[in-house]
Each structure stands twice: as structure tokens, then as C-alpha cells.
């Protein structure tokens, strides 16, 4: 059965510490990436999601998607200034564009309610979210919040989450 995995960037899988500066270097990146939704993209975001974005949070997202048959909707502001197919492109940078399927609203809402909106809509049984917002009131047994990056112990406690849902 395929469930959802809510994921936020920042304070997730983009730490708020960045250890790498960013140096935008847009012709050999895009001489790299051909990605055509690049073109439209500002150097320092793709920079960003190079330099930043943690590759061992990214794989552990990864790791959870293909586990347990996750695929994942954007619930990060970055929705706000980039299109899905712009967010598919740079997540592609690490290998998590096959799994993003969708994002919550725009509307003017709290975070909480643009999922439970996307749940009404998009009834799945199983599904988590990724946040550094607390909504473990919310959404009990459904969500981790991180605190800078979503780091080995949440994963553990993720996988825990996810197979007390398939149970």
C-alpha cells in the first residue's frame, strides 16, 4: 500500500548550519545537470541544494520511500518560489525527484491544515511528516520533528512509525 511522506527542507534535510559555502558556478552546473527546469532556477538555490542539502538526510528519506512504498509531497516554503517540476530538478541533485509526487496549497494556512487538507483530498492510510515544526500534537504517531537536520535516531524512530502504521 503506497503512503506519503510530508517533507519539509529546511531544518530536514537542509541544516540551518550550512558546513559548505555556497559558489555559484552556473555554466559548469548546468553543463552537468541539462536539466531544462535549471534555467529558471537563481544560481545561490542551486548551489544551495548542492552545497547543503545533507546527503545522509536525503538518503534516509530516500531509504523510507523505497521501504515503504513512500512517495513524497513538498510541504516546504520553497514551494512558494519554485514550481514542482523546479523542486523535482533539484532534488534530482540527490536522487529523490522520482519519489515527489505532489505539494500541499499555497493558501494562506497553517502547515497543519494544508495537510490535513491534502489528507481529506488524498485519503491515504499511511503517511508521515518530516518537519523542524512541531506537530506531534497534530498528527500523533505520524510525525517527527527534527531539530536541524533529520538525523540517525529520527530515522529510527521514522521506520518504527511507519511499521506500527502498517501493522
Known amino acids: 500500500m503506497q503512503g506519503i511522506l510530508f517533507l519539509d527542507f529546511d531544518g530536514v534535510i537542509n ?21 531544462p527546469s535549471f534555467i529558471h532556477i537563481n544560481n545561490y538555490t542551486i548551489g544551495q541544494v548542492n552545497a547543503n542539502f545533507d546527503v545522509e538526510a536525503c538518503q534516509y528519506v530516500k531509504d523510507l520511500c523505497d521501504r515503504f512504498d513512500l512517495k513524497i509531497v513538498i510541504t516546504s516554503s520553497w514551494k512558494e518560489f519554485y514550481s514542482l517540476k523546479q523542486i523535482k530538478a533539484l532534488l534530482s541533485l540527490r536522487q529523490l525527484d522520482p519519489y515527489v509526487i505532489d505539494t500541499t496549497s499555497k493558501d494562506n494556512q497553517s502547515r497543519p491544515d494544508k495537510i490535513r487538507a491534502y489528507l481529506k483530498l488524498h485519503p491515504v492510510k499511511i503517511y508521515l511528516i518530516l518537519d523542524d515544526i512541531d506537530m506531534r500534537d497534530s498528527f500523533p504517531d505520524h510525525c517527527i520533528k527534527t531539530y536541524n537536520l533529520f538525523s540517525k535516531a529520527q530515522y529510527q524512530l521514522a521506520i518504527q512509525l511507519l511499521e506500527a502504521q502498517h501493522a
Open 15 to 35: 541544516p540551518y548550519m550550512y558546513t559548505n559555502e555556497v559558489v555559484p558556478d552556473r555554466k559548469k552546473w548546468l553543463r552537468i545537470w541539462k536539466h
